[in-house]
């Protein structure tokens, strides 16, 4: 049974950092793109990060450009969302997914083009 679980998740000042993880169980995702997107309260599932299945590449929404970064450890099948500089904009629920298909070329930006999800974790930043 694959499972996708956060953590890191917590309550910040803004201007803060936390840094999220992602553990994967059940099959590696070695050959698969990773993403992490974010639900703010009254508004729709949006796409925050991705990184390719070697890491060696990133991609990032503009709103969270040059303030995150996104890592993944293949040896350990876990994805990193670093975030720096928060904002109280950047309050949400934070999930991380698995791209439905194997070394995509383009990354995923959508929520039909990922799979697997976790079951999220709350990122609450106080003015």
């Known amino acids: 049974q694959v499972q996708l679980v956060e953590s890191g998740g917590g309550l910040v000042q803004a201007g803060g950092s936390l840094r999220l993880s992602c553990a994967a169980s059940?099959?590696?995702?070695?050959?698969?793109?990773m993403g992490w997107f974010r639900q703010a309260p009254g508004k729709e599932r949006e796409f925050a990060a991705a990184i390719s299945w070697s890491g060696r590449r990133t991609y990032y929404a503009d709103s969270v450009k040059g303030r995150f970064t996104i890592s993944r450890d293949n040896a350990k099948n876990t994805v990193y969302l670093q975030m720096n500089s928060l904002k109280p904009e950047d309050t949400a629920v934070y999930y991380c997914?698995?791209?439905?298909?194997?070394?995509?070329?383009?990354?995923?930006?959508?929520?039909?083009?990922?799979?697997?999800w976790g079951q999220g974790t709350q990122v609450t930043v106080s003015s």
């Open positions: 059940g099959r590696t995702f070695n050959n698969y793109n």
């Open positions: 997914a698995v791209d439905r298909q194997p070394q995509r070329i383009n990354f995923p930006t959508t929520r039909p083009q990922y799979d697997y």
